[in-house]
């Protein structure tokens, strides 16, 4: 786990990495970054008081290898998570 995030950070974490441009993007792609909230909808409605977003990464990051995601860390545990970036 990287570190804790909220749904502003996903999409602001999103931008950086397409190089913080996005109006050059696909409206549909501008579209899902700007509702973050739906984008992590499946994460955040199964979450209970006291759970936290990490924003995750695989320890090995190369070409083909590893990969990016948020989870949902409850008692210091990851116990759901989405793959949002596969390198």
Known sequence: MVEEITPA??????I???GGVIDRLPTAVIDRLNN???ELASLLNDMVEGD????CRSEK?????GNEGVAVVR???AIAYILVWHH
Request: aromatic share 16%; no cysteine; glycine share 8%.
């Open 9 to 14: 950070g996903f999409r602001d974490r999103l």
């Open 16 to 18: 950086a990495f397409v």
């Open 36 to 38: 973050p909230e739906q």
């Open 52 to 55: 936290q977003l990490w924003w």
């Open 61 to 65: 990051r190369a070409v083909l290898i």
């Open 75 to 77: 008692d210091g545990r």
